[in-house]
């Protein structure tokens, strides 16, 4: 069984930085992309970054260019989110999934949330002012 597991969310103030971390376990697939997605109270889910397991190319959303940085230890299937300079709308319950396939069957921005296949439950970010 795939599970996906998420930790590292908390309060911190504007400017301040936070690392979330994904663990993964039941994974038997050669080729996948671990993505970080956020959904803030009343809005949509969206993609904030993905790294692929292939070749560990990344691809973030464009407000998370530039402070946010997503990395890989493959050995233990841990994917990080380095979140820094962070702002009140970065604010929302954050979460990791994984999109299994070779990495040509996902679309270029690789953070549509409908190509992920599993879902971890989520760590809340809140960014106080």
């Known amino acids: 069984e795939v599970q996906l597991v998420e930790s590292g969310g908390g309060l911190v103030q504007a400017g301040g930085s936070l690392r979330l971390s994904c663990a993964a376990s039941?994974?038997?697939?050669?080729?996948?992309?671990i993505g970080w997605f956020r959904q803030a109270p009343g809005k949509e889910r969206e993609g904030v970054s993905c790294?692929?397991?292939?070749?560990?190319?990344?691809y973030y959303e464009d407000s998370a260019k530039g402070r946010f940085t997503i990395s890989r230890d493959s050995a233990k299937i841990l994917v990080y989110l380095q979140m820094n300079s962070l702002k009140p709308e970065d604010t929302a319950v954050y979460f990791c999934a994984a999109s299994v396939g070779p990495s040509d069957s996902r679309n270029y921005t690789r953070l549509a949330p409908y190509e992920y296949d599993y879902w971890g439950q989520g760590t809340q970010v809140t960014v106080s002012s």
């Open positions: 790294i692929e397991s292939s070749d560990g190319s990344t």
């Open positions: 039941g994974f038997t697939f050669d080729d996948y992309a």
